[in-house]
């Protein structure tokens, strides 16, 4: 079946500019999950949503990032006035039941 | 907190090398252990995991257990092959709750003809 799909693949912004990221899941997937990985790391968890309920954001980075899943499916990830520090790949992921993350091929953002 | 270490890379191998990359964590509780790959261009894939402790977790060759005495989950491969070159990210999640994954930094294996 269908992954977790992510678009667009590649995105340069202008500083200041604003960007928002798409994650399709795979269907039926309650959980989904947004990461952040900069070069040479490990990705870092930003937020968490349960069907469309925003259960934790604990690890966005400002108040600029903005996240949110209207419909329990589709999920936007939205920087606002994106800065040099946000460029990074910015992952989603969806789990299953048996606690497995299925992640997308990812959004490299390029902020210039 | 919780958190994951991995040995730095890269290691770089002939094919058929045997293959370790340490792994050690620090958590609270009984987390579950991961390791995930990522070839050259894709995403992040699941390799294996395990649950609980003395678990092995494998797939395609590749093994790890589960240490609570040592928190560890070394990756070990016998034979290595040019199509494993990738980078390899050991993560743990926290038991119970909503699972979120935290990552150590990655290690980039090369392995060559």
């Known amino acids: 079946g269908a992954g977790v799909s992510q678009s667009p693949r590649y995105k340069v912004a202008k500083r200041g500019q604003d960007v928002a990221l798409r994650c399709d899941p795979i269907?039926?997937?309650?959980?989904l999950f947004w990461y952040q990985q900069a070069l040479g790391q490990g990705p870092e968890f930003l937020t968490y949503f349960q069907n469309e309920a925003q259960l934790d954001k604990s690890g966005l980075p400002s108040d600029r990032f903005f996240a949110e899943r209207p419909e329990g499916s589709v999920s936007t990830l939205k920087i606002q006035r994106t800065q040099q520090e946000d460029s990074a790949v910015y992952l989603c992921a969806s789990r299953d039941s048996e606690e497995t993350q299925y992640f997308g091929p990812g959004t490299r953002l390029l902020v210039l | 907190g919780n958190s994951v270490t991995q040995m730095e890379g890269p290691v770089t191998l002939s094919e058929e090398a045997f293959l370790t990359i340490n792994c050690t964590y620090t958590?609270?509780?009984?987390?579950?252990l991961f390791w995930y790959v990522q070839y050259p261009g894709e995403g992040l894939q699941l390799l294996l995991k395990a649950t609980k402790a003395d678990d092995k977790g494998s797939n395609k060759g590749f093994e790890a257990t589960y240490r609570k005495e040592t928190t560890s989950f070394h990756l070990e491969k016998g034979s290595v092959q040019v199509s494993d070159s990738a980078v390899y990210f050991c993560a743990l999640s926290r038991s119970g709750g909503y699972n979120k994954l935290i990552f150590g930094a990655g290690t980039r294996l090369a392995v060559h003809p």
């Open positions: 269907s039926g997937h309650v959980s």
């Open positions: 958590a609270t509780g009984y987390p579950s």
